[in-house]
C-alpha cells in the first residue's frame, strides 16, 4: 500500500479548515500536542503539520489565485528518513507513512534541513521534530464508523478538495482522478518522488473584462458615462 | 539558513583539532623540522583532542532534546550525522592511546599504529561533518564537492597554524612548517575562492514554478497562510544582505588568508614567535567569519514557498 493525498487545486477554496481540523486533531492524537507560542500576544506561531499558502499564477487579465494546501508527501525517497541520525524518522513498509517517533527524536533539526516541502516543524516544548502522521491514528481505527477512517483534513474539506487513498491500487479513487486529471507531483527535479499528488485548475475561458471598450454601443457608452458619474 | 552560533563554533573547532591532530602525527612521523620536542608533541596532541572535545560538546548545545543524542550513534548505514558521531568517538581511543604512549614512551609500533588509525578517522571524521552539509539536495549551495574540499582544507590549515606557533615556540627548524603552512594555505585559499565563484554563478535549480507546479505561467505568493514567522522561516528564512556577503567575504579572505601571509613572512623572518601567534588568531576570525557565510549564504528549497522565485 502506498497511501497519500490528492488535493484538488480547481476546487480548494483556500478556508484553511483543513489545517484548523488537522491541529485539532493531532493536539490530542499520537504526536500532540502541537504546541503554540504566543497564541494570543502579538506574533503568534506554533506548529502545524497542513499550512495553505495562496499564489497568483498568470498575469492580468489571465491570472488566477490559486490557494495551494501543503502537508508531508510521505515521498516514495524520503531524504528526511535518511539522514536521520537517531532512527526516529521512519517510512512504514506496510502504507509509506512517514512518522517521527518522538520518543527517539534528539530535535537536531536535520530532517527538516532534508525536506523540500517544509512538512516538518520542531516543537519546541518537546524539543522533538513533528509532522503529518496522515493520521494514522485514525485511518485504521475500528471504533469509528468505516467513512471516517480517513484524515481530519480530507473529511473536513468543505469543497471536497481533498481525496485520500492507496496510489499502488490503480483502481483507487485517488489513482483514477490523478490519470484522467493529470495529476503532478512538487518539485520532481529534486527526485524525492512525493506521494501526495496535485491536480491542476480545469482551463476556463478567460472572462471578458473590456466590456465598454471601442466596440460598445450605446447602451455601453451610456454605462460609461453613468460609471464615470457614480462615486462608490 | 539560520547561522547557528554553536554549529559554526563546533565546525570550525573539531575542524582544526582534527586537523591539527593528524598533522601532528604526521610531523612527528616525518620528523619535521628536526623532530618537535617530546613535550610539544604531547601537549599539542592534547589540545588537539580537547578541541574536538569540547567542539562536540557545543554541537549537542544546538539539540532541542539532547537526552536522546545517544541514538545519533544508530544509523550511520544511511545518515552522515550518525557516521560524524561514531567517527568522532571512535578517534578518542586511538588519540588517546597514541598521546599515552608517547608520554609513557613506550611500544613505538602500537603507538604508530594509533596515531596513523586516528589520524585516518580524523580525516573520516572532517570528511563526514562536511557531507552533512553536502548530501543535501533541498541547499545547492552545499551540495557541492567543494564543500567537502573546504572542510578538509581549512581544518589541516587552521590546525597546522596551530602546531607552527608551537614549532615556533620550542624553537625547532621553522622553515618545513612555514612550508606545510603556505602549502596549506593556497590550497584552503583557492578552494574558498573557487567556491565562492561557483555559488555565483549556479544557473537556475528549483523554482518558484516547479514548487508549485504551474511551469507555464508566471508563480507569485500573496499570501503565506501565517501572520507570523513560523519554525520554517526562522530555520531556513534568513538572508544574507548581498553587500555585507560580498563584504564578509573579504573581510574572510583576508583575515583567514592574506594576514597569515604576510605574518609568516616575517615570524619567519625575525624569528617571532609571537607573530605566529597572531597570525593563528587572524585565521580563527577569518574562519568563524567563513562558517557564518557558509550557513548565511546557504538558500534552502523552502523558501519557494515562502516568496522566493528561485533558489
Same mark, same amino acid.
Given at each position: 500500500m502506498?497511501?497519500?493525498?490528492?488535493?484538488?487545486?480547481?476546487?480548494?477554496?483556500?478556508c484553511?479548515?483543513?489545517?484548523?481540523?488537522?491541529?485539532?486533531?493531532?493536539?490530542?492524537?499520537?504526536?500532540?500536542?502541537?504546541?503554540?507560542?504566543?497564541?494570543?500576544?502579538?506574533?503568534?506561531?506554533?506548529? %502545524?503539520?497542513?499550512?495553505i499558502?495562496?499564489?497568483?499564477?498568470?498575469?492580468?487579465p489571465?491570472?488566477?489565485?490559486?490557494?495551494?494546501?501543503? *502537508?508531508?508527501?510521505?515521498?516514495?525517497?524520503?531524504?528526511?528518513?535518511?539522514?536521520?541520525?537517531?532512527?526516529?524518522?521512519?517510512?512504514?513498509?506496510?502504507?509509506g507513512?512517514?512518522?517521527?517517533?518522538?520518543?527517539?527524536?534528539m530535535?537536531?533539526?536535520?530532517? *527538516?534541513?532534508a525536506?523540500?516541502?517544509?512538512?516538518? &516543524?520542531?516543537?519546541?516544548? $518537546?524539543?522533538?521534530?513533528?509532522?503529518?502522521? #496522515?493520521?494514522?491514528?485514525?485511518?485504521?481505527?475500528?471504533?469509528?464508523?468505516?467513512?471516517?477512517?480517513?484524515?481530519?483534513?480530507?473529511?473536513?474539506?468543505?469543497a471536497?478538495?481533498?481525496?485520500?487513498?492507496?496510489?499502488?491500487?490503480?483502481n483507487?479513487?485517488v489513482?483514477?482522478?490523478?490519470?484522467?486529471?493529470?495529476?503532478?507531483?512538487?518539485?520532481? &527535479? +529534486?527526485?524525492?518522488?512525493?506521494?501526495?499528488?496535485?491536480?491542476?485548475?480545469?482551463?476556463?475561458?478567460?472572462?471578458?473584462?473590456?466590456?465598454?471598450?471601442d466596440?460598445?454601443?450605446?447602451?455601453?457608452?451610456?454605462k460609461?458615462?453613468?460609471?464615470?458619474?457614480?462615486?462608490r | 539558513? @539560520?547561522?547557528a552560533?554553536?554549529?559554526?563554533?563546533?565546525?570550525?573547532?573539531?575542524?582544526?583539532?582534527l586537523?591539527l591532530?593528524a598533522?601532528i602525527?604526521?610531523?612527528?612521523?616525518?620528523?619535521?623540522?628536526?623532530?618537535?620536542?617530546?613535550?610539544?608533541?604531547? %601537549?599539542?596532541?592534547?589540545?588537539?583532542?580537547?578541541?574536538?572535545?569540547?567542539?562536540?560538546? $557545543? $554541537?549537542t548545545?544546538h539539540?532541542?532534546?539532547?537526552r536522546n543524542?545517544?541514538?545519533?550513534?544508530?544509523?550511520?548505514r544511511?545518515?552522515w550525522l $550518525?557516521?560524524?558521531?561514531?567517527l568522532?568517538?571512535?578517534?578518542?581511543?586511538?588519540?588517546l592511546?597514541?598521546?599515552?604512549?608517547?608520554w609513557?614512551?613506550?611500544?613505538?609500533v602500537?603507538?604508530?599504529f594509533?596515531?596513523a588509525?586516528?589520524?585516518?578517522?580524523?580525516?573520516?571524521?572532517?570528511?563526514?561533518?562536511?557531507?552533512?552539509?553536502?548530501?543535501?539536495?533541498?541547499?545547492?549551495? %552545499?551540495?557541492t564537492?567543494?564543500?567537502?574540499a573546504?572542510?578538509?582544507?581549512?581544518?589541516?590549515?587552521?590546525?597546522?597554524?596551530?602546531?607552527?606557533?608551537?614549532?615556533?615556540?620550542a624553537?625547532?627548524?621553522?622553515?618545513?612548517?612555514?612550508?606545510?603552512s603556505?602549502?596549506?594555505?593556497f590550497?584552503?585559499?583557492?578552494?574558498?575562492?573557487?567556491?565562492?565563484?561557483?555559488?555565483?554563478?549556479?544557473?537556475?535549480?528549483?523554482?518558484i514554478n516547479?514548487?508549485?507546479?504551474?511551469?507555464?505561467?508566471?508563480?507569485?505568493?500573496?499570501?503565506?497562510?501565517?501572520?507570523?514567522?513560523?519554525? =520554517?522561516?526562522?530555520?531556513?528564512?534568513?538572508?544574507? !544582505?548581498?553587500?555585507?556577503a560580498?563584504?564578509?567575504?573579504?573581510?574572510?579572505?583576508?583575515?583567514?588568508?592574506?594576514? !597569515?601571509?604576510?605574518? =609568516?613572512?616575517?615570524? +619567519?623572518?625575525?624569528?617571532?614567535?609571537? +607573530?605566529?601567534?597572531?597570525?593563528?588568531?587572524?585565521?580563527?576570525?577569518? #574562519?568563524?567569519?567563513?562558517?557564518?557565510?557558509?550557513?548565511?549564504?546557504?538558500? @534552502?528549497?523552502?523558501?519557494?514557498? @515562502?516568496?522566493?522565485?528561485?533558489?
Amino acid at each position: 500500500m502506498r497511501l497519500g493525498l490528492v488535493i484538488d487545486l480547481d476546487v480548494c477554496v483556500g478556508c484553511h479548515a483543513c489545517a484548523v481540523s488537522c491541529k485539532q486533531w493531532n493536539a490530542s492524537g499520537t504526536t500532540g500536542p502541537l504546541s503554540d507560542y504566543e497564541p494570543y500576544g502579538a506574533e503568534p506561531s506554533g506548529v %502545524w503539520f497542513n499550512r495553505i499558502r495562496h499564489y497568483e499564477v498568470g498575469t492580468y487579465p489571465n491570472n488566477k489565485t490559486i490557494n495551494f494546501p501543503m *502537508s508531508c508527501m510521505h515521498c516514495e525517497d524520503a531524504d528526511c528518513v535518511t539522514v536521520c541520525p537517531t532512527g526516529a524518522s521512519y517510512k512504514r513498509a506496510e502504507d509509506g507513512i512517514v512518522l517521527v517517533d518522538q520518543d527517539k527524536c534528539m530535535g537536531c533539526n536535520y530532517c *527538516s534541513w532534508a525536506c523540500p516541502y517544509g512538512a516538518r &516543524e520542531l516543537d519546541r516544548e $518537546s524539543g522533538t521534530m513533528k509532522k503529518c502522521t #496522515l493520521c494514522v491514528d485514525r485511518i485504521y481505527d475500528q471504533a469509528i464508523p468505516e467513512a471516517e477512517r480517513q484524515p481530519s483534513c480530507v473529511l473536513t474539506c468543505p469543497a471536497h478538495a481533498r481525496m485520500f487513498g492507496d496510489f499502488d491500487d490503480p483502481n483507487s479513487e485517488v489513482s483514477k482522478v490523478v490519470r484522467e486529471r493529470e495529476g503532478y507531483v512538487l518539485m520532481p &527535479e +529534486l527526485g524525492y518522488n512525493p506521494t501526495n499528488h496535485y491536480l491542476p485548475p480545469r482551463k476556463h475561458k478567460p472572462i471578458p473584462t473590456d466590456i465598454g471598450g471601442d466596440k460598445a454601443g450605446l447602451a455601453g457608452k451610456l454605462k460609461q458615462f453613468v460609471n464615470r458619474m457614480v462615486k462608490r | 539558513m @539560520h547561522p547557528a552560533f554553536s554549529v559554526i563554533f563546533f565546525t570550525v573547532l573539531s575542524g582544526a583539532g582534527l586537523g591539527l591532530f593528524a598533522l601532528i602525527y604526521l610531523a612527528d612521523l616525518f620528523k619535521l623540522g628536526g623532530g618537535l620536542p617530546g613535550a610539544y608533541v604531547f %601537549w599539542t596532541g592534547v589540545l588537539a583532542i580537547a578541541m574536538v572535545g569540547v567542539g562536540l560538546l $557545543s $554541537s549537542t548545545f544546538h539539540l532541542a532534546n539532547p537526552r536522546n543524542a545517544w541514538r545519533a550513534f544508530s544509523r550511520w548505514r544511511t545518515s552522515w550525522l $550518525s557516521r560524524e558521531g561514531v567517527l568522532s568517538v571512535a578517534f578518542y581511543p586511538f588519540a588517546l592511546a597514541y598521546l599515552g604512549l608517547y608520554w609513557l614512551d613506550m611500544w613505538p609500533v602500537v603507538r604508530h599504529f594509533s596515531g596513523a588509525v586516528a589520524t585516518l578517522l580524523a580525516w573520516l571524521t572532517i570528511f563526514s561533518t562536511a557531507m552533512i552539509y553536502a548530501s543535501l539536495k533541498t541547499i545547492r549551495h %552545499w551540495n557541492t564537492p567543494l564543500v567537502p574540499a573546504a572542510y578538509l582544507s581549512l581544518g589541516h590549515f587552521s590546525g597546522g597554524m596551530i602546531l607552527l606557533a608551537a614549532a615556533m615556540l620550542a624553537g625547532v627548524q621553522a622553515l618545513p612548517f612555514v612550508m606545510l603552512s603556505l602549502f596549506q594555505l593556497f590550497v584552503a585559499a583557492f578552494v574558498k575562492a573557487i567556491y565562492y565563484y561557483w555559488i555565483d554563478r549556479m544557473g537556475v535549480g528549483s523554482t518558484i514554478n516547479t514548487a508549485t507546479g504551474f511551469t507555464r505561467a508566471q508563480v507569485k505568493l500573496l499570501d503565506a497562510g501565517h501572520t507570523h514567522g513560523t519554525f =520554517l522561516t526562522q530555520e531556513f528564512g534568513y538572508i544574507v !544582505p548581498r553587500l555585507t556577503a560580498t563584504a564578509l567575504r573579504l573581510i574572510s579572505m583576508f583575515l583567514a588568508f592574506a594576514v !597569515p601571509l604576510v605574518l =609568516l613572512y616575517f615570524a +619567519l623572518e625575525y624569528h617571532a614567535p609571537v +607573530l605566529g601567534i597572531v597570525a593563528l588568531v587572524s585565521v580563527f576570525a577569518g #574562519l568563524v567569519a567563513e562558517r557564518w557565510l557558509f550557513f548565511a549564504e546557504a538558500r @534552502h528549497v523552502v523558501n519557494l514557498y @515562502h516568496g522566493a522565485q528561485r533558489c
